[in-house]
């Protein structure tokens, strides 16, 4: 199992590539696959809400999302469902917009 930490002091996969859900894990060690299912999730729920990864409110979703996954939820497609709840939104939102 690799954890790794928004402050990157432990190991990581030569082949990991930038997953947008570490901008704010703010120090929070998750396994590797617990980052890529959440990112997953939080850049999908992002494109429903029409929001770029490096607009303000994102902070909001990634919070959100980080939230489930602590209390154990690791379906991406469930991760993107709560969270648009949250915001009042319909699960069945898709969005075309690309994100940043």
């Known amino acids: 199992m690799t954890l790794v ?10 082949a990991a590539r930038f997953m947008p859900i570490t901008l704010f894990l703010a120090g929070q060690a998750f396994e590797l696959e617990a980052i890529e299912i ?37 379906d991406p497609d469930m991760l993107r469902t709560m969270t648009l709840r949250e915001f ?7 969005s075309t917009a690309p994100s940043e």
Do not use: W, Y
């Open 5 to 14: 930490t928004a402050t990157g002091t432990a190991p990581v996969r030569a």
């Open 38 to 74: 959440t990112s997953a999730a939080f850049v999908a729920a992002c494109d429903a809400l029409h929001l770029k990864i490096s607009d303000p409110a994102a902070r909001f979703v990634a919070e959100n999302v980080i939230e489930l996954a602590q209390r154990g939820i690791r």
């Open 88 to 94: 009042g939104l319909s699960p069945a939102v898709r």
